[in-house]
T-cell receptor, first 114, second 114 residues
């Protein structure tokens, strides 16, 4: 059974710092992996989607990497800003079938201090 | 586009009451799904639909019914609410089940069952 773990559960950093959020999964046979951002009282916003054949994806100050063999993904945030404060979730899609089911980690709560 | 909308935002029910959580999207997405989010457990898939008239069960379907009479709407029905159904419910949609299609999430409905 696929399990997704995110460590740490919470992280506080000063503004301007570069930081890395970690995501690990137990079954390396994945279809793709997504990183989402969740703001309090709001829904999830997709940040980056990495296909199983890809090693990384970049969007602005965000860079996500994927190492299937070790069951790990990292989300790198450069030059963090207070507006980056949110919960970050990673989710693994197991296969390409119609279920389109995502298996989520429990998230990392990020606080960027001004 | 309004994206994915959900109503109500908050709801309090008594045990045994029934209610319908509404979800609509205006992006002509074929795939829609419902997740519940509980502390420490991440999001879990309840039901999903790959098109109008087609629905199927996800990981935690017991106590919930769905239907998909139109492409735009995907309501979630609680037939007899139980305290274990206290959760935050998210509706999501994507254009297809292709691995390159991002899933868009609604803002959520916070449900409390007393």
């Amino acid at each position: 059974k696929q399990e997704v773990t995110q460590i740490p559960a919470a992280l506080s950093v000063p503004e301007g710092e570069n930081l890395v959020l970690n995501c690990s999964f137990t079954d390396s046979a994945i279809y793709n992996l997504q990183w989402f951002r969740q703001d309090p009282g709001k829904g999830l916003t997709s940040l980056l989607l990495i296909q199983s054949s890809q090693r990384e994806q970049t969007s602005g100050r965000l860079n996500a990497s994927l190492d299937k063999s070790s069951g790990r993904s990292t989300l790198y945030i450069a030059a963090s800003q207070p507006g980056d404060s949110a919960t970050y979730l990673c989710a693994v899609r197991r296969d390409g079938g119609a279920t389109n089911k995502l298996i989520f980690g429990t998230g990392t709560l990020l606080a960027v201090q001004p | 586009n309004a994206g994915v909308t959900q109503t109500p935002k908050f709801q309090v029910l008594k045990t045994g009451q029934s209610m319908t959580l509404q979800c609509a999207q205006d992006m002509n997405h074929e795939y829609m799904s419902w997740y519940r989010q509980d502390p420490g457990m991440g999001l879990r898939l309840i039901h999903y639909s790959v098109g109008a008239g087609i629905t199927d069960q996800g990981e935690v379907p017991n106590g919930y019914n769905v239907s998909r009479s139109t492409t735009e709407d995907f309501p979630l029905r609680l037939l007899s609410a139980a305290p274990s159904q206290t959760s935050v419910y998210f509706c999501a949609s994507s254009y297809s089940t292709s691995g390159t299609d991002t899933q868009y999430f609604g803002p959520g409905t916070r449900l409390t069952v007393l």
